[in-house]
């Protein structure tokens, strides 16, 4: 009888420990609006602002992998990685409705005379449905937005900052 006791111990501590290890992380979440995989990254120049006037830019093409988890349906983080060689913080929540990334690029804009300013970019975009036209967030695998880059006020010796604006979009591959 002891030796049945033993065993329903053994089984009980078995069933335990194989649950604890099928749990997922803390950290993972599943709200339907997490960004996890590899996307292809266009900017495209054609459409470019250049401190608010219209102006060809380079069109921009990377890869990017993205990884977040979310701890409620409107607050997510992350971070992005570029094949441009970068990563940086993918956020979500309070106060935007959309998803960001920001990211700071030592050696920005050129300046008359040798100098170089810094640029401070941002990358705004959010899940778009092609066909309804309309923002959901819920839509992981094709978002679309726009990238700002700006330097600094005074940078150049003007006080007013170069802003490159470009409308880009995300697709995902995987």
């Not at 335990?16 to 120049?45: C, I, M």
């Amino acid at each position: 009888m002891g030796g049945h006791k033993i065993a329903a111990g053994v089984v009980a501590a078995m069933s335990v420990a194989a649950t604890l290890s099928a749990t997922p992380a803390a950290h993972a979440s599943d709200f339907g609006v997490e960004l996890n995989g590899t996307y292809r990254y266009y900017a495209n120049g054609d459409f470019a602002l250049v401190n608010e006037v219209r102006k060809t830019m380079p069109t921009i093409d990377e890869t990017w992998t993205l990884s977040s988890s979310c701890v409620s349906p409107i607050e997510c983080e992350g971070t992005a990685t570029s094949s441009a060689g970068w990563s940086a913080r993918l956020w979500y929540g309070y106060p935007n409705a959309y998803w960001v990334v920001d990211r700071n690029i030592p050696e920005w804009q050129f300046c008359p005379g040798g100098a170089i300013a810094p640029g401070e970019q941002r990358f705004q975009f959010w899940g778009f449905d092609p066909v309804s036209t309309e923002r959901r967030m819920n839509i992981t695998n094709f978002l679309v937005g726009r990238q700002r880059t700006n330097s600094p006020s005074g940078s150049c010796g003007t006080n007013q900052p170069l802003v490159v604006e470009t409308p880009m979009k995300l697709e995902q591959l995987s």
